[in-house]
């Protein structure tokens, strides 16, 4: 288990090259000389005008690269100077548990989450490597997702595009953010991005063998977090924006009643969990629609570029990547936000996927803007490139340093731990407000020995619950009255309080049976020691004669 001391230490196979079914204006004789080379690989651009100069890159190469900054981004600063939020603890402790008792976890709330859990769960029996051990299957997962984008570009817009679309992914802030937590988003992020992959290919392939493949990991991906199913309804508008033949609608049609099938039994077990697992959800606030709306606009604004010509036939790849990044980018969200306004479900990260619809756009976009940079003089050309560079840096690098900080996340359960550990005392008991805030010491089980969890009835793995189940409000009220000190976890002052009895019971004998003896704050939380009126420390005296003054 993790110490409050502790400082963890510590590709993708080629794109086959096969021809663009769509490209199909040209002459007989050239559609067969199209079929045995890349189509992105330099000529076969309709409407661009003078041959590309740069010479062909192999799909390797377009893959690895995204996927190798990934992974270095990701290393970066993993361990986020020592410290772990909330869910990544809810992660590590679950993970920990007898496969018995995250069973009977799963019957009763995470569900959603519970291949996730047995994934870290063999990971930790493996190499119980502490916060690399946690993030490392986040970075390797974005790393594989950088590496679908750049293949999925590639085979749409060519190997530039294709770079440049996984090498976007690679940066985005919200992208890094999920690569360095250890919760299954980037995993499922990855599992859509190639079940996308997937899903193009099988619209090229006459057979229904890339058909079988796109439904097995999309199937696989939904049981990782059954959001991702909503990747379909983008996957069917793409269809439908494309005009594809019937034929691959059908398939498509049997791919996702596959899909759909396998991932009922999860969707009847969490939606019986719903409340109690999301539950804590408000409807979509105004700044989650502007945010949605935003990137709408900027993904449709490229799209349209992209689209724009100003002499020629637009090309095909352009038309077939629009159709596909911009269902994606919007799609999943738009859904999940407008259901939300009944049933609130909506979190920006169940739908990171989208993403990549974002990216796609963004590097089709960045190889235009390479190819008109060939109309620029020379010094222009050096001068726009620096500018845009500096530019990106400008805006990622603050971005990327404050992502590897506490400050990135809503609390520190290393930095609660640590708190606990620097003013606990034998004989002390411990309170949480509310319960659910026993989370900041389940995964420090040395610190939580020590104390005495007064409002405690069974343990998190005895309950087969999260955080374990709670006394009623008199049982608790007696024992809270026995104690001589009490160390109290709760949430910063200006938070909601909850108004369940045992939380009411919680605030009402502290304030009227005991005085604040000190009170740490850290990221997210405050630790406050309690005494019997006379009873604090010397030290704590002191506090609390300067508590009172500024009072």
Partial sequence: MLSTRHRCGSGTGPDPKVPNSQEATITSQTEAAAATRDPADGAGRHGEGPPARFRPVAPFVTALVPALVAV?????????????????????????????????????????????????????????????????????????AAAGVSAVGRRLAGPRAGLAAGLVLAVLPV???????GRSYALVCAGVTWATYAFLRALDARGARWWTAYGLLLAVTCWLHEFAGLALLAHGLTLVLLRAPRT??????????????????????????????????????????????????AGAL?????????????????????????????????????ISLVEPWYVERYVLYGMTGLA?????????AVTLRHRLAPAARVLTAGLLAGAALAVLLPWSLLLRSPESRKDDVVAVA??????????????????????????????????????????????????????????????????????????????????????????????????????????????????RPGHCATRERTFEADEMSRM
């Fill in 360 to 368: 796609l756009l963004a590097g089709a976009g960045l190889d235009r």
């Fill in 302 to 338: 490229v799209a349209w570029l992209l689209l724009r010509r100003s002499g020629g036939a637009v090309r095909e790849g352009d038309r077939r990547l629009v159709a596909l990044a911009l269902p994606m980018l919007t799609v999943p969200a738009g859904v999940l936000l407008t």
């Fill in 72 to 144: 270095a981004l990701g290393l970066w600063g993993i361990e986020r100077q020592n410290s772990m939020w909330r869910d990544e603890s809810v992660t590590y402790q679950v993970a920990h548990r007898p496969l018995g008792e995250l069973g009977a976890l799963l019957e009763h709330i995470d569900a959603v989450h519970g291949l996730y859990y047995l994934l870290m769960h063999g990971v930790f029996a493996l190499w119980d490597g502490g916060l690399v051990a946690l993030r490392l299957p986040s970075v390797a997962a974005t790393a594989l």
């Fill in 418 to 531: 640590h708190a606990v550990e620097q003013v606990a005392r034998p004989g002390d008991a411990v309170l949480f407000l509310p319960s659910r805030r026993r989370e900041w010491l389940l995964s420090f089980p040395g610190v939580y020995a020590r104390l005495h969890d007064l409002a405690l009835a069974e343990s998190p793995g005895a309950s087969g619950t999260l955080q374990g189940t709670e006394v009623p409000a008199g049982v608790l009220r007696h024992r809270l009255l026995t104690a001589d000190r009490v160390i109290a976890l709760a949430d910063p002052v200006g938070q909601p309080l909850d108004d369940v009895p045992q939380e009411v019971v919680k605030r009402r004998v502290l304030r009227t049976s005991f005085q604040v003896c000190a009170r740490t704050a850290v990221r997210g939380a405050q630790v406050v020691v309690y005494a």
């Fill in 175 to 181: 992208v890094q953010e999920f690569a360095q937590e």
């Fill in 248 to 297: 691959a609608r059908w398939r498509w049609c049997a791919a996702a009643a596959g899909v759909a099938l396998s991932v009922l039994p999860l969707a009847l077990v969490s939606a019986g969990q719903s409340q109690r697992q999301l539950g804590w959800l408000g409807r979509p606030g105004l700044g989650m629609w502007l945010q949605f709306w935003a990137l709408a606009a």
